[in-house]
């Protein structure tokens, strides 16, 4: 039988997560929605949880938006020796399924769904690319700002923001 064997160490392993620690925990969270005239409108409330399973950071988010509820479970992934992450997104409510490509920068971390196989399309068969980014505003709030594009990742326009509260 045929086995892998990495050549990171077990240290690089225990710390694969530190540059965005900020995320663990449990978090109240509030809502908004962009409005091009208006800038940013909450619509809705809700709580997250994140916490590190053996190789992975789960995400279990539970949204009350306007009229509709959205549970998302969400698993961050970390490709020690490519320094890139990468973000498995399961729409509960939906049945979808997305997965994200991820880096980190100026202690921001970004998700994007651009490369050919993972844009989505919707009901008028636009390709849409999709931009997820997590920051740490301070101790105790986070912020994930998600993006979307119709033309390949040129033009990027907000419609979402998460503000993560720590309880």
């Known amino acids: 039988m045929l086995g892998y064997m990495s050549a990171v160490n077990k240290e690089a392993l225990n710390n694969r997560f530190s540059k965005i620690h900020y995320l663990i925990g449990e978090f109240d ?4 929605s962009s409005v ?27 949204l009350t938006n306007q009229n509709s509820i959205i549970t998302m ?8 020796e490519k320094d890139s992450f990468q973000l498995f997104a399961l729409d509960i409510g939906l049945g979808n399924m997305n997965v994200f490509k991820g880096t980190i920068l100026d202690g921001r971390l970004t998700f994007c769904s651009i490369e050919p196989g993972l844009k989505n399309e919707n009901e008028f ?15 105790f709030e986070n912020e994930l700002v998600v993006g979307c594009s119709k033309d390949h990742g040129k033009t990027w326009f907000p419609f979402l923001k998460n503000q993560y509260r720590r309880k």
């Open 29 to 32: 969270v509030v809502v908004y």
């Open 36 to 62: 091009p005239s208006s800038g940013w409108i909450k619509t809705g409330t809700g709580s997250a949880s994140f916490s590190l399973e053996n190789t992975f950071i789960t995400e279990k988010v539970k």
């Open 73 to 80: 479970n969400n698993t961050i992934g970390c490709d020690l």
């Open 125 to 139: 068969e636009d390709s849409l690319c999709f931009k997820l980014i997590y920051k740490q505003l301070s101790e």
